[in-house]
Each structure stands twice: as structure tokens, then as C-alpha cells.
């Protein structure tokens, strides 16, 4: 069998002996950055690698050798008699899970069975966060409880991430309008991937409402903040690197948001920052303005994320989220 798994947590645990198996460790940030369609092509994880590298500090080098390694460990599925998928509820896994069904939508399964292990709750941990949390002795008591990969839940995870791919994010708002319960994960997730798009209000994503909330209450270090924020957010799934970005431009530019005090500069990959704990965080003045939603972040600063394949840029950005009617809808003004 091969076990595909989101992090190298939960590998180490059953490498103790859980599963006599083969375990491929899927390492990828899909809600970072770009996405394509079919990013094994080359120009697609060229472009990928370039922007990891300048927003995380992952080297170039290394993603697309850690890219290209584990693609040809999926290639080699028909050696197996099955491969069982191990992924969460929240977005980052979600994405994960609609990728490689995807992918496996395209294969010629023959006697290779494929299988699902997803779940959002385990008895007696309160906050669920991931399967990361439990103990092997937990983790074991899940090992065999998967179930076959249905055709409608191929053919939904296929549909989703093409429309997680796509740069028109209407696609996925319809999308999660229809029946999606053969992943019954993929809803909430995505959804809270829509959220991240700037406000209709204030041009915020839900992160950065959050975290400017979170430091008007008085929480004002780094590490404190995405405590709070990934604990709230749980279901984006969202990574220490991954918010430092978020940090970074929060209180970068002309019309910075925040302004951050004692520290030498944000962590990155492979490179910690010692003054980073000790950093103290406040709004600024035009923090607080569109805080109170007299200001509009995007139209003042601009923008320029990736979320999914949308590419967001300017100050009068595309698409816009509506956080009362809960939907996405394009600007007249775009």
C-alpha cells in the first residue's frame, strides 16, 4: 500500500510500526501563491517556484526538486494494491485532496484501489485541528477505517480544484451552490478560501480583518497574533510562513496598517529571526481608519495576492468579497 499524507508529523508517526507501507509526504501550499490547473508543467512550476522562493524563501531549487520527486512516486501507484489518502477538513488540506483526485481522475486505476481517510473530529480532542494531533496509539485506531474513493467524490474533486485553479473564481462560488457532500470537507474549506478575497467593506481578506482586530485588543506579538489567528481561521490551516507574508505587508508600503517595533526582520524559510518574539505590533493610524471601515485598504495601498489562480491586482481589485451576504461578486468598477 502507499499512505499519502499532508506532513511530516503524522508520517514519522506511522513510520512506528502503524502501517508496513510505503508513506509519500505531499509537501505543498496550495493556498499560497499560484495555481494552475496542472502544475507539473513546467513553465506553471517555474513560475511557482519563483514566487515561493520571493515570498516564503523556499530556494527555487529545492521546490522543484522536491516537486518533481514526489510526482514520480505518484506515477508509480500501479506498483500498489492501494493507495490511501490521509487529509483534514480544513483548506490546506482540502486543496491537497482535490489535487490528487484530479490527478488520479486521469489514471488508469486498473487493480490499484484508491481510498479516503478525511475527518474533522477525533473523541476527546477539543479543538480538532488535524490529524497531527494525535498520538500513534490514536492514529492507529483509524488505520483501516478508510473508505473507497467514490466515483462522485473523483468527479467533485476534480471539479474543485479546476475551479480552485481557475482565474475566474465564480467557478467554485457556483460550484459549492450545488451538491458537494461526497466530500463532505470540501465546502466549508473552499468557502473560507473565498473569504480571503478583500472586503467589499474595508478591501480586508478574513486574515488580515482578523489580525487587525486581534491587535486592537491588545495582542501584539508576532507569535501571540497567529496563535489567535490560526486557532479562529483553523479551518484555512494556515502556516506560520504563510502568515509572516501576511504580516510582512500589513505593515509594508506607503499606507501601512500596522507598525511593528523591536525586531530585525520576519522569518523565512530555513532562516529564523531571534528578535522576531520580541517584536511589538500597532495599528497605525490608517489601520485604525479602516478598522472602522472609513478607509479602504486596497483602494489606498493596492494589491497583489494569489488566491487559488485568481491573480488580485491594484487598487480597484476584480472581485470583492461581501462578508454579510457571505459571496463573491465582481466590481462594476474593475
Known amino acids: 500500500m502507499l499512505h499519502i499524507v499532508n506532513g511530516d508529523s503524522v508520517a514519522k508517526k506511522l513510520r512506528q ?3 508496513p507501507d510505503d508513506i509519500l509526504v505531499w509537501r505543498e501550499v496550495y493556498p499560497h ?3 494552475f490547473e496542472e502544475p507539473a508543467a513546467v513553465d506553471h512550476r517555474k513560475k511557482r517556484a519563483r514566487y515561493l522562493e520571493r515570498t516564503l524563501g523556499i530556494p527555487r531549487s529545492e521546490y522543484i526538486m522536491i516537486s518533481e520527486t514526489q510526482d514520480k512516486t505518484l506515477a508509480g501507484y500501479s506498483q500498489y494494491k492501494e493507495v490511501v489518502l490521509w487529509f ?3 483548506l490546506f488540506d482540502q486543496a491537497m485532496l482535490c489535487y490528487l483526485l484530479h490527478w488520479f481522475s486521469k489514471q488508469f486505476l486498473s487493480q490499484t484501489k484508491l481510498s479516503l481517510l478525511s475527518i474533522g473530529e477525533f473523541p476527546g480532542i477539543e479543538p480538532f485541528r488535524g490529524l ?3 498520538t500513534p496509539e490514536q ?3 483509524l488505520s483501516g477505517t478508510w473508505k473507497s474513493v467514490s466515483p462522485e467524490a473523483m468527479e467533485l474533486g476534480s471539479a474543485l480544484w479546476q475551479a480552485y485553479s481557475s482565474s475566474e473564481p465564480d467557478k467554485l462560488q457556483k460550484l459549492l451552490s450545488e451538491d458537494t457532500s461526497a466530500l463532505p470537507f470540501a465546502q466549508e474549506a473552499f468557502k473560507a478560501h473565498l473569504s480571503r478575497f478583500p472586503s467589499v467593506r474595508n478591501g480586508l481578506g478574513c486574515v488580515e480583518q482578523m489580525t487587525l ?3 486592537e485588543t491588545g495582542i501584539n506579538s508576532p507569535g501571540e497574533l497567529f496563535g489567535h489567528v490560526s486557532g479562529r481561521l483553523h479551518i484555512l490551516g494556515i502556516g506560520d510562513l504563510q502568515y509572516w507574508h501576511i504580516l510582512k505587508k500589513l505593515s509594508q508600503g506607503p499606507y501601512p496598517l500596522l507598525s511593528i517595533r523591536g525586531m530585525d526582520g520576519f522569518p523565512a524559510y530555513d532562516a529564523p529571526t531571534a528578535s522576531f518574539v520580541h517584536g511589538e505590533i500597532a495599528l497605525t493610524a490608517f489601520g485604525r481608519s479602516v478598522l ?3 478607509a479602504d485598504r486596497a483602494a489606498k495601498q493596492g494589491i497583489d495576492e494569489w488566491y487559488g489562480g485568481v491573480h488580485v491586482q491594484g487598487k480597484q481589485p476584480r472581485w470583492r468579497w461581501d462578508t454579510v451576504r457571505q459571496t463573491l461578486y465582481e466590481t462594476a468598477e474593475a
Open 17 to 19: 510500526g502503524l502501517v
Open 33 to 35: 501563491g499560484p495555481v
Open 213 to 215: 482586530e486581534l491587535v
Open 139 to 141: 492514529l492507529q485506531s
Open 88 to 90: 483534514e477538513h480544513d
Open 132 to 134: 497531527g494531533q494525535l
Open 292 to 294: 472602522a471601515e472609513e
